[in-house]
């Protein structure tokens, strides 16, 4: 039996997505742009779908766009943003130095084309991004910030809507884009609620399907499109939608939406539980990010001296699965950016061992995964293996 402490890189599908993607497959096929039957059942199927996200984040269902994932929800924003807007409102974009590579390198890429004049902001020591730094970053022609709501590596949740209001109350102009991918499985995305213009979400973090993800706009936000062809998804995102996809990420995210708060309080005791036995045992054990507000699911860890792909190749040999901190860096020894970004030194940031909790998450998975970290870390400290 192994246990699965890895729930920010991706969650099992829940079986009302499954159930909902195999009827999308075997019962409506369609193309949902066809005017004929097949096409109008897969139509309802998109619809549905449609007002499920649009529930989810409070807004109105023309507001939301599909997109195959998170990723491609975070390039379209800035991108989309940017090839709009930079003309009339300014090619200034800010992004904290702690987003997801999926905000980081498309910054940069916009940055490299000359598309866009990007700055990064920085945390505090606590992970947390300051509305005063996205503040003092602002310029006269600043056209979009885009602050993640919840970092992946380390389950801290930014104040995005003191962020927001900061941001707009300095410049109305100004675009504030979230990627919500770490917190939607905890908080409400409830956009008024965040005060934002646009809102990333991706299905698979979500105990729905890969190949789903969806980014939301404030009523009267207009990108242009990534993606040119048949003018799907209001001319904002071409291509036939994957309807299956999108039927499970609706599911999961039904699903979710009536028993967050329940499986948020379950987590919450367990994650404490995994925390306090691992400190027991290792109390020089640093969690990252432990003074701020973090999200029930993440407990990470560092421990000095130790370099995390020793400790996850020996959690894996115990039928652990953990991660060294996001999913796309995995297997590198590069120091994590966000760490560095709180100022960590390299070497700490090398070691960041991050186990995510689930809604299946039980009491004795983290009792018997407490055990096995304090085995490995006191296993690696007297092993010479371990520079
Ligand atoms: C914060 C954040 N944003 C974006 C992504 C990318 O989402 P996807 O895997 O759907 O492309 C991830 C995935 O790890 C993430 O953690």
Known sequence: MRIYLDHAATTPPSPAAVA?????????????????????????????????????????????????????????????????????????????????????????????????????????????????????????????????????????????????????????????????????????CDMNALGVDLLSLSSHKLYGPKGAGCLVLRDGTFVAPLIHGGGQERNRRSGTEAIPAIAGFAAAVAELAENRNSWCDAMERLRAKLSDDVRKKLPETIIPGEQAPRVPSCASFVFPGIRNELLLTRLDTAGISASGGSACSAGTTLPSHVLTAMGFPEDDARGLLRCTLGHTTTQDDVLHTAAAIVDAVCALRSSPANP
Request: hydrophobic share 45%; glycine share 8%.
């Open 20 to 188: 909902a993607m195999q009827h999308a497959l075997e019962e409506c096929w369609g193309n949902p742009s066809s005017i004929h039957a097949e096409g109008q059942q897969a139509r309802t199927i998109l619809d549905g779908a449609r007002d499920a996200l649009a529930a989810f984040t409070g807004t109105a269902a023309r507001n939301v766009i599909f997109t195959a994932s998170g990723t491609e929800a975070d390039n379209l924003a800035l991108t989309g943003i940017v090839g709009r807007w930079s003309s009339s409102r300014g090619k200034h974009v800010i992004v904290s130095a702690i987003e997801h590579e999926a905000v980081l390198s498309t910054a940069e890429a916009l940055s490299e084309s000359g598309a866009a004049e990007v700055s990064l902001v920085y945390p505090d020591s606590n992970g947390v991004i300051q509305p005063e730094a996205v503040l003092e970053a602002m310029r006269p022609d600043t056209v979009l910030v885009s602050i993640m709501y919840v970092n992946n590596e380390t389950g801290v949740i930014q104040d995005i809507p003191a962020i927001s209001n900061a941001v707009h109350a300095k410049r109305a102009e100004t675009f504030v884009h979230t990627d919500a991918v770490q917190g939607a499985g905890y908080l409400s």
